[in-house]
């Protein structure tokens, strides 16, 4: 029964079991040996005299730099920096091997050298516009480049220039060129406005023009004659005194019609 008992103390005590996360991955290191196999989530046994698991995340990191950039003109550029990148799982073994744990040092050291050839042929400005992307895609192809020669198995994903502080003086500058920029945009939206305002105008003057045209071609001395027996008519309808001068051609009330039979009475 002794003998049973230490046989099973002897084997719990030379076995161990690793727990491996989603996210992770682990390989078991023997006498400094690393498996070729790479273990996923689960459990894993081993011998802890002569073995240990080795885990790592093979989730997306974020390494966080602040660095000062060198520019085509010489000036240094001050940019907080973000280095994506992650583990690809089945590979781990040769990151260990070639790298070690501290492998992220090795990343680091990869983007200094990287960024410094990039920014080094581009002016501090384009730090600073519509060219950041592409400096960003540059420092990253060339990071790629310089890491696979030291070890495979490390997936860089992108790398971020955040938060670009330009020297006083040229920050000034491009502050008064962009306001420039943006102060002729806005008077070329005004000229727009009043040319098209202007547009409106004469477009409107021509089609009184037009109406004009065609009312006076419309308007024939027998229509003219009729419109004036009309209004003369109703004119002769109202029953308040009225003065009427006209050329002779056309019809002539003086007064009412009381004022018309005092007329006739006093020629009788």
């Given at each position: 029964?002794?003998?049973?008992?230490?046989?099973?103390?002897?084997?719990?005590?030379?076995?161990?079991?690793?727990?491996?996360?989603?996210?992770?991955?682990?390989?078991?290191?023997?006498?400094?040996?690393?498996?070729?196999?790479?273990?996923?989530?689960g459990t894993v046994l081993y011998n802890p005299i002569t073995s240990?698991?080795?885990?790592?995340?093979?989730?997306?990191?974020?390494?966080?730099?602040?660095?000062?950039?060198?520019?085509?003109?010489?000036?240094?550029?001050?940019?907080?920096?973000?280095?994506?990148?992650?583990?690809?799982?089945?590979?781990?073994?040769?990151?260990?091997?070639?790298?070690?744990?501290?492998?992220?040092?090795?990343?680091?050291?990869?983007?200094?050298?990287?960024?410094?050839?990039?920014?080094?042929?581009?002016?501090?400005?384009?730090?600073?516009?519509?060219?950041?992307?592409?400096?960003?895609?540059?420092?990253?192809?060339?990071?790629?480049?310089?890491?696979?020669?030291?070890?495979?198995?490390?997936?860089?994903?992108?790398?971020?220039?955040?938060?670009?502080?330009?020297?006083?003086?040229?920050?000034?500058?491009?502050?008064?060129?962009?306001?420039?920029?943006?102060?002729?945009?806005?008077?070329?939206?005004?000229?727009?406005?009043?040319?098209?305002?202007?547009?409106?105008?004469?477009?409107?003057?021509?089609?009184?023009?037009?109406?004009?045209?065609?009312?006076?071609?419309?308007?024939?001395?027998?229509?003219?004659?009729?419109?004036?027996?009309?209004?003369?008519?109703?004119?002769?309808?109202?029953?308040?005194?009225?003065?009427?001068?006209?050329?002779?051609?056309?019809?002539?009330?003086?007064?009412?019609?009381?004022?018309?039979?005092?007329?006739?009475?006093?020629?009788?």
């Amino acid at each position: 029964m002794k003998k049973i008992s230490l046989l099973v103390l002897s084997a719990v005590v030379c076995t161990s079991c690793a727990v491996i996360r989603p996210g992770e991955v682990g390989i078991k290191q023997t006498l400094g040996k690393f498996s070729n196999k790479v273990q996923t989530e689960g459990t894993v046994l081993y011998n802890p005299i002569t073995s240990k698991v080795v885990k790592e995340s093979t989730q997306t990191k974020n390494i966080k730099l602040v660095l000062s950039l060198p520019s085509k003109e010489g000036l240094s550029v001050n940019s907080e920096i973000s280095i994506l990148h992650r583990l690809e799982g089945d590979k781990v073994a040769s990151v260990l091997k070639n790298l070690g744990p501290d492998y992220e040092n090795v990343i680091t050291s990869v983007f200094r050298s990287a960024a410094s050839d990039v920014c080094a042929q581009f002016f501090a400005k384009d730090m600073h516009s519509g060219m950041r992307a592409n400096i960003e895609k540059a420092i990253l192809e060339k990071m790629k480049i310089n890491l696979e020669k030291q070890a495979d198995g490390i997936e860089l994903i992108a790398v971020l220039m955040k938060r670009i502080q330009l020297p006083r003086g040229l920050a000034n500058s491009v502050e008064r060129k962009l306001q420039a920029e943006q102060d002729a945009m806005r008077m070329e939206f005004v000229l727009k406005q009043e040319k098209l305002e202007a547009e409106r105008k004469i477009i409107n003057a021509k089609g009184e023009r037009d109406a004009q045209l065609i009312i006076a071609e419309g308007l024939t001395s027998g229509i003219i004659r009729i419109k004036a027996i009309e209004a003369f008519r109703e004119l002769a309808r109202s029953q308040n005194a009225k003065v009427i001068i006209t050329d002779g051609k056309t019809p002539l009330i003086v007064g009412n019609e009381t004022d018309a039979k005092a007329e006739d009475s006093k020629q009788k």
